[in-house]
Structures are given as C-alpha cells and as structure tokens.
C-alpha cells in the first residue's frame, strides 16, 4: 500500500501528469503532445479528440456526463470524517482533512446521487480523487453503504465509479474494514438480483480495489487506466525485476480476463444504459 | 522453553538467562550456596521479564508478532487439533503454500482450519513465500470456506501474514478479484466462523481469511492497514520512524479492542507466546472453545444476521 499513499501525497510525481482538470484556456495532451483547445476538450468529456487520451475529470463532471440531462441529486452530504485514532505523522489528520476539504469540497472522497441514466433510475457513487487520493476511510465506506441500501430500496442498479488509491492509512484498521463492511452489502445487491457496475479509472488500487471495486456484476474499464492491488513501485521493490509493457493497465487487465471490457469514456453512458436493460429486461431507450 | 533469539528490548532477560545457565551447568554438585543464587536470580529474571511485558511498546508488540519462535499455525494445528488432514489447491491454478487449510477435529467436533504459515528455515520460508499468498492461496481458502459451509462445519482462520503477495504473477492472476470475493463470500457462508490473529495481522491480505462472527487477536500480535515501515516511509519519508507511525495507527490487541474493532484479547504467557508455546496454545484453545461453543447454538439466520449487523456498523465518522 505504500505507493498508493504516496501518490496521496505527490500525485504528480508518479501518475500521468494530468491529474487535475487542465487550467487556461490551452492544453498540452500527454498523450499526442498537441495543444488543444480546452473547449474542445471539455466537448468530448476530457478525452482528447485526436489521440483519446483521457483527461481526469472532476465528479461534478462525470456525474453530468453519466445523467440524463440534470437528472441528479445528491446524497449524503453530512457525513464527516472524525479522527478516532488521533493520527499524527509530520501532519495531523485533522490539518489534512481541513486542507483535502479546502482544495476538494466537504464531501470527502465520494459523492453519492440517485440519477437517471436513458430514463433509468440508478444509484450512484463516484470516487473524489482529489479529496486525500479518493483513499477510503469510514465516510467513504459508509457511503457507499448508504448507496448500496438506496438501490436496495428503490430496487434499481447501482452505479460506482472508482479512482483511489486505497484505504486510507489516517483510519487505521477502520479503513480497512470498510473493505469489508462494503463488500458485505455487495453480496445484498447479489441477491436481491440487483444489476452493480463498476467504472474504474484512473487510478484504482490497493484496498479499493481489493474490495467493491472488484465486485460488481460488470466491471469495465476506461483506457490506460491503472488498476491493480499491489502499486507498481512496491511490486518493483519486492520482485526487483522490470515491469512488464502496459503492466496494471487496463488493456492488460482486460487481455488477463480480469475486466468485462475497456470503454472509452464518451460511450460509457450508452454502455451502461444498454448493460442495465440488458440484465433488468427491459427495452433499450436509444 | 528458552527462545533462541532475542528482542533488543529484551535484552536484560538475556543476559540474566545466560548467567542462570552459567551457575546452573556449575552446580551440578549440589552446591547449595549456587542453587540459591540460581533460585535468586531466577526470581529477579522473572520480575524483570514482568516489568518489561507490562509496557511492551506498539513498535515492540510488532517485533513480538514477527519473532522468528513465535508459535505459527502448524504449531497450533498440532497442539490444538486432531486428525488434521491438509487439502490442497484452488482446483484451477495451484497450491499455494502461504495459506494451508484442512479438515481437523477440535474436541470431538469436525472444524474446517485455514491460516497463513510463513515458514521457519529459508527452505520453507522461500515455499511458503513468507507467508505471503497469491490469488491461488485465497481461491483456495475460499474453496474449503464453501465446503465448510456444504456441511455445516465450523471455520476457524488463523492471520499470519505480512500482507498479500505484491508481485507481478499475483496482479496477472486477480489479487484484487480473488482478496474481494473472500470478503463477500464470507460475510455471508453460512456456518459460524472464528477468526484470530496469532502473529501479524497484515491489511487485505489477512482480512481475506478475516471476515467472521468472532475476531479475536493474541495479546502480542498486531493488525494494521499498512506496515510501521511502510507508513513511515510515505509519511515521514524515512522508515526510521516506524515507531512513532506503529504508535499513531492504533495496531494493537488492546487499541483495537478500544476501538470494538475485536472481540477479545487471547491472553499470552508472561513473556509471550514464543517463550512458552504450549501455555498459549491451552489458553488459546480454551477461549476458541468457548466462542465456538457459543456460536454454535445460534441459529443460522440469527448468526448470520449479526455478522452482518456487525459488518454494517464499522466505522466512526460525524453524520
Ligand atoms: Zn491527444
């Protein structure tokens, strides 16, 4: 898990330099190197025109692309992270909290919303990586929990979309026991027959993909995503050896058979709306 | 029994032991003035050997939850259980030797055993990957978690590891997949499930044989999201402070327990496990005894209804 705490702290250092929604009005794509008008951009879901590389994007933006046309609420705003362990390092949790909140919002590292996707009702949850890494801690576990039950009660899918770097280390065993906690509710949505998908992006890893991540009916992938349990710098350290081409991409993950399927992020709505009348039965709305 | 290798904090134990032996294999005629200096310093060892246990540190508790002599879960195989007859394999890729589970007797009753074993020379260490399972170790565990469960007997999980395996073979394979779907499954097999943690109780990798009705951890033994060292070396940028990051992440029995995080602390020996294995083995088997005693006439549904309720209510957080 060190890795994935890492990137907490540096993110830049080691992901894709395009962590965050580019500022100004032009943007460099890392993928084609061409400048691009970020309008332009921002038409295609942060996916670059040209080369489709894909921006990271922000949850209000997701959430819009995903939803019929302002067809969304949010859930569960309240919810708070305390500090039970008193966790100190060179910062205290509680400075980190209050400064993820100034940069990221008071949502923590999820947001939750009941929306409509081509008319169809789904719960929805979407990872904050820019709250503290969209690592996992009692909130975030607990919403998650909240928006499973949600589906549960109006009996339609639920929808998560991931970007984490893992449990969150300031929560102790109380994060990693959100792992659990989550994938309990999971086994719920499994027997009341309910459809749960899960998108990951980039970047999804340690105890969030260890857990609720990997347990959706679906599990797709947007492109050139990393995904996996261990970070690549401790499977480097410990195995010593160099790491494969593409390793804990998505296409790796997919040609492993460890995904259903890689979708570029312009077609991830019409690919839900279809998986979800496909597995509740019901005509496609196109 | 004496240890062989000894913690830096325990170093005056040792040194009062070698010179115990030293008047010892001297007296062998029967010198009284010699037994009664033995007897004294014996006396002043085992004082010593209180004081210094009483305030073990977070950062010595995870030294204790790695000694090489602590007891591992063959050790309690065989001093706790009869007729155990190990099963082997996922039925897809491989045997994994860092998770090993099997059916046993546990007084009269059929129980199905799963737990980590990390090995004791560099031969089984190095089969036994320390420890340290592959999808194909969790796949097998949750094989003879389902059998368990097709007739109706008892599991009990023993967590001895540093964490899963971080390797590429691991990734290729479904670590993620493999760590997750133990999560679901067990939150819901419906047969009682004991889980304890007789050494080091490392993140994901030994919550995936950690989700159960009972969750209960030896007196010397850690469980924590990340590694002293590990958090140490994002945090501080220095694994150096592994002491003060095992102080902050609340990684002992008696921390967890505070936070209703376990059930029960497993007392050990005065000294620890690894100083006396056979004490700790009948302490731990008594108390296994008594939880399971009481699962067992739980109703299925009502058993499952509180694992479950259980599960529902970890977390502390302002709503
Ligand atoms: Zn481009």
Redesign the interface.
Known sequence: MNWITRLIEHPQAILRKDSATPEGLWVKCKGCSETLYKKEIMRSAMVCPRCAHHFRISVEERVALLCDSGEYQAHDQGLQSKDPLGFKDKKKYRDRLKEATKKAGNQDALCSYMGKIKGQEVSISIFNFAFMGGSMGSVVGEKIARGMERALEKKCPYLLVTASGGARMQEGVLSLMQMAKTSAIAAKLQEAKLPFVCVLTDPTMGGVSASVAWLGDIIIAEPEALIGFAGPRVIEETVREKLPEGFQRSEFLLEKGLIDDVVDRREVRDYLALIFSQLTQRPYAH | MIPHSYLEFERPIAELTVKIEELSSMGRAADVNIAEEVQKLSQKRDKLLHQIYEKVSPWQICQLSRHPERPYFFDYVEHLFDDFQELHGDRAFADDQAIVGGLARFHGRSVMLVGQQKGRDTKEKLKRNFGMARPEGYRKALRLFKLAERFDIPVLTFIDTAG?W???D????????A???N???L??LRVPIICTVIGEGG??GA??I??GDRLLMQQYTS????SPE??A????RDRA?AE??AQ????TAKD?LE?K?IDEIIPEPLGGAHRYPKEAAAILDKRLQDNLNHLMILPEDKLLEQR?QN??Q??????
């Open positions: 899963a971080p390797g590429i691991a990734e290729e394979r479904g670590q993620s997949e760590i997750a779907t999560l679901l499954e939150s819901r993140s994901g919550l995936a950690g989700v469980y924590s999201v990340i590990g958090c070396a994002i945090l501080w402070f003060q990051a902050t992440l609340k990684l967890l936070l995080l479950q599960l529902r970890l977390g502390i957080f302002q709503s």
